[in-house]
């Protein structure tokens, strides 16, 4: 069985859904535009990019950026013609997420993005019982301040609200228990897994673009430690 290469992509903060105004959603049916079509749409429609720089973008061949533009543009003529409604489900099960993972958050002029750490130096491999956490205070993609905190103690749930609190938008760490990973996502935090190494190798890479989400999660309760 061939298995389909992934493609970068960035998501959307939550799963989208529209529909024609007066008509029940009983009474239309649904079309899904998947995510890397929307990102092929996103990166050449509003971003302006050419399809060879979108499919730099996206790690693809230009004929596969061609195909998701052509298959995404006749869906939304589609959906608009025949009162249809337009779904966008967020899977990432064959996305690499590339820079931050929310396309909403690069939006914002100044932003925060921290890291767990218990040297100053390296990231630390979860973030649960770190002694600190640094925080770069970004604007036009320069660091602008950095500032360390000390997390107050370990508790499910207290370090989403400290981070949210101090108001940061990115998490960037070594593993996360996916509850965990919901309850950072409900404070407005988003969440890049899978870092290891030096904090400004690291950083450098996402203020680039380059940082890849891995998805390391565990399978444990919030805020839970495991060996990464």
């Given at each position: 069985m061939t298995t389909r290469k992934k493609r970068y992509a960035r998501r959307l903060d939550s799963s989208r859904s529209f529909k024609p105004a007066g008509i029940p959603k009983s009474d239309l049916q649904s079309i899904n535009i998947m995510l890397d079509e929307f990102e092929a749409m996103r990166l050449c429609d509003y971003e302006g990019l050419s399809q060879i720089e979108a499919a730099g973008e996206m790690q693809i061949s230009r004929a596969t950026i061609q195909r998701l533009l052509l298959s995404a543009r006749k869906k939304v003529?589609?959906?608009?013609?025949?009162?249809?409604?337009?779904?966008?489900?967020?899977?990432?099960?064959?996305?690499?997420?590339?820079?931050?993972?929310?396309?909403?958050?690069?939006?914002k002029e100044v932003k925060?993005?921290?890291?767990?750490?218990?040297?100053?130096?390296?990231?630390?491999?979860?973030?649960?019982?770190?002694?600190?956490?640094?925080?770069?205070?970004?604007?036009?993609?320069?660091?602008?301040?950095?500032?360390?905190?000390?997390?107050?103690?370990?508790?499910?749930?207290?370090?989403?609200?400290?981070?949210?609190?101090?108001?940061?938008?990115?998490?960037?760490?070594?593993?996360?228990?996916?509850?965990?990973?919901?309850?950072?996502?409900?404070?407005?935090?988003?969440?890049?897994?899978?870092a290891a190494g030096r904090i400004d190798v690291n950083l450098n890479e996402y203020l680039g673009g380059f940082l890849t989400s891995k998805g390391s999660t565990c399978t444990h309760e919030p805020d839970h430690t495991c060996d990464h």
């Open positions: 003529v589609d959906i608009i013609l025949n009162n249809k409604i337009l779904e966008i489900k967020n899977d990432i099960r064959n996305i690499k997420l590339k820079g931050e993972s929310k396309m909403n958050i690069e939006e925060r993005v921290s890291f767990p750490t218990s040297d100053k130096v390296t990231v630390d491999g979860h973030f649960g019982h770190t002694k600190e956490f640094v925080i770069y205070t970004i604007k036009e993609n320069v660091i602008t301040e950095v500032k360390y905190v000390t997390p107050p103690p370990h508790a499910p749930g207290v370090l989403p609200q400290f981070l949210a609190e101090s108001s940061v938008d990115v998490i960037i760490t070594g593993g996360m228990g996916q509850m965990a990973v919901e309850l950072f996502q409900r404070h407005g935090i988003d969440v890049v897994l899978g």
